[in-house]
């Protein structure tokens, strides 16, 4: 790397540093106002009871473990009451945590080959976390278990309810001519490349594709809040893979519901945005379907 890249990309590296080092300590701070304000928690995994140190577990779990796959992350399903101290403290934790995403993309689009450096050395940087390192099988930074943010509710919750949702896909519109290319990245010396690259010679150069994929499992939190929200709002439904902090000036947890122990094998919603697509794959090696005509 020469010295005129270098610098602005080290620069980038110092400053992502000194983000993850705000998230970690705000944790820290954020944990013992929770703890020093005595109001309840209640985790999905633990259902008999929680405390500090379960919470700064959950919030410090920015770890890859062995096997993990890359793409995949790690849920911890609770709800966390909380007064305006803790509230506080979880603000700034999720203000770092975006400052660290957006250093994160520049060095992505700048310097990328430092990603893989950020993942080994960024965890040095705090002994006790390295300590708990070793032997643990957990090795290197995951960096969207980093930035992901702390889920909050924006008032006084009533009652929470729980509901796996299993039925999430993300669709993206695809060219001919894109799709191509991503199959002959294939082996396109392979019988089934080659089968599908004939089927997609056969139809209009200019018809639109999509690639399908299908969402992991994750859980919804449908809030109902005690009071209608200056915009006349009563309730909001977020995905939460982090414990759910709510304002309780009760100091009680708001109701909630115990969901199922694991997601529904089938899936229980219609399809909307994928109605439009043939029933049958067009090209399964992209997961590429075509519209209906």
Known sequence: MSAHIATPAYRLLAELERHFDHIVEGVEEMVDAWQASGLPAWSFDQPQGVDAKWLKHVLSD?????????????????????????LKKACAVNTAKADFAKVLADIRKEAPTLVPE?????????PELHTHLKGTGLARLHLKQCWRALPIAEAPVAK??????????SITRLSVAEAERRLMALDNAADHIRIQLKRLAGIPSQEPLAQVQRQAPLMRANLFFAEPLANGKTRRALNVALPLLVPCPSGKLPDHNIPPSSPPVERKRARRSDERLEDEMFLPSLRVYRYRQ
């Not at 950020?118 to 705090?126: E, L, M, N, T």
């Open 160 to 169: 929470v309810r729980l509901a796996w949702y299993s039925s999430g896909r």
């Open 118 to 126: 950020i993942k080994a050395v960024i965890p040095f940087r705090h």
């Open 62 to 86: 920015v770890w890859y473990e062995d096997g993990q796959d890359g793409r995949a992350t790690r849920s911890h399903i609770g709800l966390v009451a909380v007064n305006e101290a803790t």
